[in-house]
């Protein structure tokens, strides 16, 4: 069996050096806002190539606080892309504002620039950009718009840790970006923990004291914030993983690499290959017309796959508001998806195992 993740796997070449960072949190008697957060904030903002970074409990927090910072009136129009896990969207709806649901492109699956501009009105205030399977979306074009629009753009990596658009890291480029170090993600806490980049350092300070109660100074609050903290023992797994993160993400791309060249199975879609070491693959999804056959078909050979997402946002009894939306990219994408499994401890003999299973299907097709 061929599991999609499996979180043992992927800690075990950490194990040791985490035991030993846990103990030393254990041994410090200093849990939260301590020098692990510090030291973390300052790698990641490094890695990232941005001035700023902020810890936050989580990837939704992140969202959610950048745009709290940004204080916009109740009812500002917030472009989003229809094609997200709800995360991206709940924050919006959460402060009260708007969410402009916008179809992807749909070969990159990534919101659409060139339908971003149709969709803005004078309520909008911003574009949540999500860079969604690990791969940035087109921020040139994108950062232009809003420009031109006086918009800020927020991007959600919690998917693209590591990735670039030309020479700029993810993380850099946007007004804000958000990441989760949710256990499966490309850099994975053992827990929940998340962050803002930004080169704003006055929207820096402004998610430092929401993330806090929105105090600065204890028992002294500035504004009215929340308790949004990554913990001091995430932070010191998070110290622990992030060296090894380009090193992982490179054999994520070497893998995407096998798959691209060696996958020869009629009717079936594979994600862009135009960019495959600026994509921090942390997802390889592909596309077949006919899915559930497909994903059967998969578990009989032993090999395990998911599906990122089954049911888009306007369909989710969540958001009954936004039903009336047809969204057909979007509906076609979310039927026809199927994730592979792809993470840095696939051994090569496993990639080779699924690529046979794969190019096979279609003798298997008429059982
Ligand atoms: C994981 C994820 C989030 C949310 O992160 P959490 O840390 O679970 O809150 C947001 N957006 C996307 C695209 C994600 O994949």
Redesign the pocket.
């Known amino acids: 069996m061929i599991p999609f993740l499996d979180l043992n796997q992927i800690n075990a070449p950490h194990l040791e050096a985490i035991e030993q960072a846990s103990l030393r949190v254990l041994r410090s008697g200093w849990y939260i806002l301590g020098n692990e957060l510090k030291a973390f904030e300052n790698a990641f903002a490094a890695y990232c190539q941005a001035q700023y970074c902020v810890g936050v409990a ?6 959610t606080l950048i745009l709290k910072s940004f204080d916009f009136p109740q009812g500002s129009e917030i472009i989003v892309p229809a094609n ?2 709800i ?2 969207v709940l924050p919006v709806s959460y402060l009260h504002l708007t969410p402009v649901l916008v179809e992807p492109d749909a070969y990159t699956m990534l919101i659409n620039p060139s339908l971003i501009e149709a969709s803005i009105t004078p309520r909008t205030k911003a574009i949540i950009t ?1 860079d ?1 399977y690990g791969r940035s979306c087109e921020m040139e074009e994108i950062m232009d718009i809003a420009n031109r629009h006086g918009l800020k753009v927020i991007t ?1 990596a ?2 693209a840790h590591g990735a670039r658009y030309r020479q700029k890291k993810v993380g850099s480029i946007a007004h804000a970006t ?1 990441f ?3 256990p ?2 490309n850099l994975g806490a053992l827990g ?3 962050a803002i980049t930004t080169n704003d350092k006055a929207l820096a300070e402004r998610v430092t004291y929401l993330r806090n109660y929105g105090s600065k100074v204890r028992y002294k609050n500035d504004y009215q914030g929340v308790n949004s903290r990554l913990d001091e023992i995430q932070a010191a797994i998070l110290n622990v993983k992030l060296p090894y993160l380009d090193a992982d993400n490179q054999r994520r791309k070497d893998i995407a690499q096998r798959y691209l060249s060696n996958i020869k199975m009629p009717n079936l879609t594979l994600p862009p290959a135009d960019r495959i070491q600026d994509d921090a693959w ?1 997802l390889f999804v592909v596309r077949h017309p006919q899915r559930e056959k497909l994903v059967s078909y998969l578990e009989r050979q032993g090999i395990q796959t998911n599906i990122h997402y089954p049911l888009p946002i306007h369909k989710q009894a969540a958001y009954k508001d936004l039903e009336h939306l047809t969204l057909p990219i979007t509906e076609q994408i979310h039927s026809e998806v199927i994730s592979l499994p792809l993470h840095p401890m696939l051994t090569d003999q496993e990639v080779s195992t699924m690529i046979d299973a794969l190019n096979t299907f279609i003798c298997n097709d008429h059982d």
């Open positions: 989580n990837g939704l927090d992140a969202i997200t896990y995360a991206s999500v969604l959600d919690a998917q958000a989760s170090f949710y499966t993600k929940d923990a998340g942390h």
